[in-house]
T-cell receptor, first 118, second 109 residues
Framework: EAGVTQFPSHSVIEKGQTVTLRCDPI?????LYWYRRVMGKEIKFLLH????????ESGMPNNRFLAERTGGTYSTLKVQPAELEDSGVYFC????????????????FGPGTRLTVL | DAKTTQPPSMDCAEGRAANLPCNHSTISGNEYVYWYRQIHSQGPQYIIH???NNETNEMASLIITEDRKSSTLILPHATLRDTAVYYC??????????FGSGTQLTVLP
């Protein structure tokens, strides 16, 4: 079974440019999460989709970040315009319906996208 | 989510058991204890979770104290590939994961 995949693995852009990160969750997983680790900090939650709906976007830092999950399959995270402080590693994770998982939330993480804003 | 406290670093000899402690004194009744690890520059990896009872799987064992205020993750026979940052997380099942700074475990040859 394929795991969570993320594309690209690395992205280097200049301040002010736009970048779009993609995440493909494990097939059948309704829950999709975005996290990020910026330089020297802890991994922080950004938002949570249940299918195509945003369940919780309390971690999104500002309106330069836009996440979508059309059709409830893959998700994209767009940063526009990118700033220097956006540099870091962006992780995507997915998990199955909690009812199927026995009400515990094992999240499967992708390898991350390393974003560098110059 | 309950706050967790872990030592910043630990060493363990290869082949020996690694015992990683975690304090979660404010944990509430519906919050699980999860353990994840992050091996250098990979995505975090689920290890084990528990609510009240001790748990064991193919990777590790989780010992939770009776008052649920602390727990210990046990890797029974640590290998060099177990060198990683280990995160203890206490939260309800419906919430996103709240990562702290974790414990850097170094397995020494």
């Amino acid at each position: 079974e394929a795991g969570v995949t993320q594309f690209p693995s690395h992205s280097v852009i200049e301040k002010g440019q736009t970048v779009t990160l993609r995440c493909d969750p494990i097939s059948g997983h309704d829950n999709l999460y975005w996290y990020r680790r910026v330089m020297g900090k802890e991994i922080k939650f950004l938002l949570h989709f249940v299918k195509e709906s945003k369940q919780d976007e309390s971690g999104m830092p500002n309106n330069r970040f836009l996440a979508e999950r059309t059709g409830g399959t893959y998700s994209t995270l767009k940063v526009q315009p990118a700033e220097l402080e956006d540099s870091g590693v962006y992780f995507c994770a997915s998990s199955q319906d909690l009812r199927l998982a026995g009400f515990y939330n094992e999240q499967f993480f992708g390898p991350g996208t390393r974003l560098t804003v110059l | 989510d309950a706050k967790t406290t872990q030592p910043p670093s630990m060493d363990c000899a290869e082949g020996r058991a690694a015992n990683l402690p975690c304090n979660h004194s404010t944990i509430s009744g519906n919050e699980y204890v999860y353990w994840y690890r992050q091996i250098h520059s990979q995505g975090p990896q689920y290890i084990i979770h528990g609510l009240k009872n001790n748990e064991t799987n193919e990777m590790a064992s989780l010992i939770i104290t009776e008052d649920r205020k602390s727990s210990t993750l046990i890797l029974p026979h640590a290998t060099l590939r177990d060198t990683a940052v280990y995160y203890c997380i206490a939260q309800s099942a419906t919430r996103q994961l709240t990562f702290g700074s974790g414990t850097q475990l170094t397995v020494l040859p």
